[in-house]
């Protein structure tokens, strides 16, 4: 069975938060909305219209977030640093054989682009998946395998970035706190 092992994008792999900011203040300069975006990139995590319904009404939220993924591929790539480690753990998991999947709550797209511009290659990239969808959407998808996570918690040597959620991190398989391990596509 071949191992797969599932990394989360946005401060696991990558430090994304100075482009993130970066395209906050192009979207408030351009709606001219106050937004705080030093405050938005402590909040990263949730789906962005959870973080524009802070600054815009419900009903412009959608639209927003759309000019802001168009403003994203502009503004948000440069200034993305690779967190250490993290083409080091990228490495170890193909060195033993396995697949490397980027699991990201990011617009899919833009995820890519963001990858691509550090040059970090997944196998598999899942984009648009936010806490527990990370492991429903693809477990039901996917043929089983030996597989892990790494948000915050990592069985190869890598990037250590604290956990955003009130849940433990996922851990190799077998267990996830006696639960079986999510199964990445």
Known sequence: ???????????????????????????????????????????????????????????????????????????????????????????????????????????ERNARLQLDHVGLTPDILVGDLWAETKGTRCASTAPASTSATTSGTSSVPGPRAPSRSRSPPARTAPGNCGRPAPTWC
């Open 1 to 107: 069975m071949a191992l797969t092992v599932g990394f989360d994008l946005d401060m696991t792999l990558l430090d994304t938060r100075p482009g993130i900011r970066a395209t906050y203040d192009v979207l408030a300069a351009e709606t001219g909305t106050a937004i705080d975006s030093g405050l938005a990139v402590s909040r990263l995590g949730p789906p962005l219209v959870h973080e524009l319904a802070h600054w815009f009404p419900a009903e412009r939220v959608e639209a927003v977030a759309d000019r802001y993924r168009e403003l994203y591929r502009e503004h948000a790539l440069h200034g993305t640093v690779v967190l250490p480690g993290a083409r080091e753990a990228v490495a170890a998991v193909r060195a033993l054989g396995g697949r490397v999947a980027v699991i990201t709550g990011k617009y």
